[in-house]
Every structure is written in C-alpha cells, then in structure tokens.
C-alpha cells in the first residue's frame, strides 16, 4: 500500500528468456503508469526472483517479492504466449504468495507472435488469478506480432499500443481504489473476533475468508483445505492472514 492518496501497482514480467519482446511492453507498461501521478509502480522480473526449484508455494517466497505484493493495491501481469499457456516460472512466482494477493485487482496483457495477441495466454491466466484471491477486470491487452510492435533496439513501433494500454489501467486503478477501499473497511459478513496488526498495533479489518489448500495436513473436512481469515490494517497496510474458527 503506497501513502494515503496513492496506489501502488507493480508490473510483473513474467518470463526469464533472452530476447524477450515481453520486456518492451513491460517497459512501456510502467512508462504509462508512471504518467499517472498517484500511482506508484515498479517492475518485478521474474528472472531476478531466484526460487527454488526444489519446493513450490509459500514454502519459497521471496521476502522482497512478498513485500511488493504485499503493499500492491493492484496488479499487472505482462505474459508472453507459450505453447497457448502462460511460462512456467510465472505460475511458480505467483504460487509463492497468497494472502498478499486477497481482493486486489489485477490487469492483464498477453503477448504474442501471432495473430491473437497473447489471448490464449490471458484466458489461461484467469483461473489462476480467481484462485489466488485477486479480481480480473473486463479489460485486457492484447499485443499480436510482437515483433512488429518494437524495432530492433526495442523502440516502440506500435503507436496505439500505448493509449490500449491506458484504457485498461484507466478500469485497474478504480478497481484499486474500490477495492482499497473494500479492504480497509468492509468486513465480511461474519467477521470473527478483531484481529490486532502485528506491525503497529492497530485493529483490523477482516474482509475476506480464503481456502488455503497448500497445507493438506490442517485440511478442514468441509472445505477441503484450511479456511483462512485475511484482515487488512488500514493504518500502515499490513496484511494477516489466521486460520477460521472451526464453526465459520
Ligand atoms: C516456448 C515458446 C512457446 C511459444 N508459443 C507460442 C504460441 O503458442 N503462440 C504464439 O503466438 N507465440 C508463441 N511463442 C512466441 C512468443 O509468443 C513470442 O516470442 C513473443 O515475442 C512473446 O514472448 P517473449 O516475451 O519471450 O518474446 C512461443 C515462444 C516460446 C519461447
């Protein structure tokens, strides 16, 4: 969470590969975002994210990856199309986290050698995004021929990329503020006993109940996983996540 008036929405790059054209629109993904004054941005590059291949989930997390997700108030994802699904390495970055992602808005931009502008990519994505808490809004981007839309130094040649660009972020930074808002003060409706911050003492909100299914051994019988209580502080944007009293 950035300060009071401003939103922080990282760019993900989700692909290690040399040569990546994902890079470029990455690029000019954060050029667009910094034009907004009140919003806050960086570029997370999942080559530099070194976890594990040995383990999965939040048993890998990166402090500083965690960190970033943790204050997001929203979040892009630029995804190169590979073999019609999304890279690998992207799905293992984002199953490193959970409770960081919990009703905040993501956009997303697929990207393409072919014709169809990454939407194999983006549609693949979606289930995803659902399952780790976060809201899909209704617009994308869509970059076909990717090496079209850039010349060989990376110069963006595709003059329209950047107004499509905007009008998603346009609908990702409402989504983010309403969902702030949602998350620093509508609880849900059967709110357990308050929960206090651990970082500055302050009472929570808890406006969401998630099923953890990465710990099989606490599963709960009904839900088949463990239920998990997320409360947000709105002082200082830290986020806790408790497991459910056994009667919710
Ligand atoms: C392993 C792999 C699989 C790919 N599969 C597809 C594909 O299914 N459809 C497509 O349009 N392009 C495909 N491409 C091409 C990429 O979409 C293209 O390189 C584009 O520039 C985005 O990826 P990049 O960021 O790695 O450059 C593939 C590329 C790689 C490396």
């Known amino acids: 969470m950035a300060g009071a008036s401003q939103l922080s929405i990282p760019v993900i790059l989700g692909t290690p590969r040399q040569g990546r054209l994902s890079e470029h629109v ?5 050029e ?29 997390k990166d402090a500083g990856f965690s960190e970033s997700m943790l204050r997001a108030d929203g979040l892009v994802i630029v995804a190169p199309e590979y073999n019609h699904g999304y890279p690998g390495i992207l799905k293992h970055v984002l199953d490193s986290n959970l409770k960081e ?8 931009c697929g990207v393409s050698a072919g014709g169809f502008g990454g939407t194999r990519v983006v549609e693949s994505l979606l289930p ?4 780790l808490g976060m809201v899909s809004i209704f617009w994308d981007v869509n970059v076909s021929s990717a090496g079209k839309a850039f010349d060989e130094s990376g110069n963006l040649l595709d003059q329209a990329l950047p107004r499509r660009i905007d009008k998603m972020l346009g609908e990702l930074v409402w989504m983010a503020r309403v969902l702030r808002y949602g998350r620093d003060n509508v609880a849900v409706s059967d ?30 019988p009904v ?13 200082c944007g830290n986020v806790q996540m408790r497991p459910a009293v056994a009667a919710q």
């Open 223 to 235: 839900f088949y996983g463990t239920l998990q209580e997320i409360h947000q502080c709105a002082g």
């Open 32 to 60: 667009q975002l910094c034009k907004r004054g009140h919003v806050v941005t960086t570029l997370v590059d999942v080559r530099k994210l070194d976890l594990s291949s040995m383990d999965a989930g939040e048993a890998i």
């Open 128 to 131: 995803v995004m659902r399952e």
């Open 101 to 108: 992602y919990i009703h905040k808005p993501v956009g997303l």
């Open 191 to 220: 709110p357990s006993t308050s929960m206090m911050c651990s970082a500055c003492g302050a009472p929570m909100n808890q406006h969401a109940q998630k099923v953890d299914f990465s710990s099989p051994r606490t599963a709960d």
């Open 26 to 30: 990455a690029r000019v993904m954060v």
